[in-house]
């Protein structure tokens, strides 16, 4: 089955957004000598520990220092832009590196309520959002719904669309549409199996897609020792609980661990209910088990450790544990 990765892109303690965008192609790389089906980079706006901002910006980037895998968005923040313009984003990509480029979409923000207003959107920009979608679909295709009005590049490209979401919502629309649906199980949990369930139900073929399609997203953490794995995994938990909720400030990992404890905490903790930790094996087993729980045609991983080395041991276990790097050396 296709594994791929979700890279976040994160800016590190001390380190800068280059630093960020260099850690990206070096994991890049490896994914591709690894045998990963694709890598996709998701929008987010004002975080300082996320440089994926200018998602089409970074995956050329990338496209330029790799040769092979898929790159895509995980995705466009579609309320937030003109399909025009994500059009003949996308489609400068395909055509400088056809047959690698996905598009994901989502509705959601990617960011805050005052950060929305300083993009010039509102929130009602989301109730669009079906329609656009459509839009979109039009320029990338040989017509536009839009008389008159051609994405070029763009025009032809037909760069695969991808619906994500974490409720029903996006669900029936990726099946409305024919389109694969992409759930965000790695953080928000909860709808997982009604979501998919209403997916496969509702489904109708496309031009794109005869059958459904389910990605669904998964954390894992996989180390050489259940104790290596298991630390990585605490590391990571508060590093996120102290970005959520901490709101900016430091703590020590006593405080940290004290934070994890309230109700707060516990929602971050309740985000990373998906989480593949421990041994190869460990991983493998976890993983086959989520895969059948999920319905999923393909996982997406994120791999949540913030040493960036024991995050690329992490990607380089699981290829080795899921066979991937035996077909990608075929």
Do not use: C
């Not at 950060?115 to 017509?143: C, I, K, M, N, W």
């Amino acid at each position: 089955m296709p594994i791929s990765i979700l890279d976040l892109a994160s800016i590190a303690d001390n380190e800068t957004a280059r630093d960020s965008f260099a850690a990206s192609v070096e994991m890049a790389q490896h994914a591709e000598k690894w045998g990963y089906e694709r890598i996709w980079y998701a929008e987010h706006h004002n975080m300082k520990s996320i440089a994926s901002s200018a998602t089409s910006v970074l995956i050329g980037h990338i496209a330029a220092h790799t040769s092979t895998i898929r790159l895509g968005a995980g995705g466009v923040m579609l309320p937030n832009h003109s399909p025009l313009v994500i059009a003949e984003q996308f489609g400068t990509l395909a055509t400088l590196h056809p047959g690698r480029i996905d598009l994901g979409l989502g509705r959601a923000p990617g960011t805050d309520q005052k950060t929305l207003r300083a993009l010039h959107r509102s929130p009602s920009s989301a109730d669009s959002f079906p329609h656009d979608v459509l839009e979109l679909q039009g320029y990338l295709s040989d017509e536009s719904t839009i008389p008159g009005v051609e994405a070029i590049p763009g025009k032809g490209t037909h760069v695969p669309l991808y619906i994500l979401g974490s409720s029903l919502f996006g669900a029936r629309l990726a099946a409305a549409l024919g389109l694969p649906y992409a759930f965000a199980s790695h953080f928000a949990p909860d709808a997982l199996e009604a979501a998919v369930a209403a997916y496969r139900r509702e489904f109708q073929p496309s031009r794109q897609l005869e059958h459904p399609y389910v990605i669904a997203g998964v954390n894992v953490i996989a180390a050489d020792s259940q104790r290596d794995a298991m630390r990585l995994f605490e590391d990571a938990q508060r590093f996120r609980v102290t970005r959520l909720v901490g709101k900016g400030r430091s703590f020590t990992r006593e405080e940290a661990d004290l934070l994890l404890d309230s109700p707060a905490g516990q929602q971050v903790r309740q985000m990373g209910r998906y989480s593949a930790v421990g041994t190869a094996s460990e991983v493998a087993q976890y993983l086959d088990e989520f895969t059948g729980h999920a319905a999923a045609d393909e996982l997406i991983v994120l791999s949540a450790a913030t040493d960036r080395d024991a995050r690329l041991r992490s990607l380089e276990i699981l290829s080795e544990v899921s066979g991937l790097d035996s077909v990608a050396s075929r």
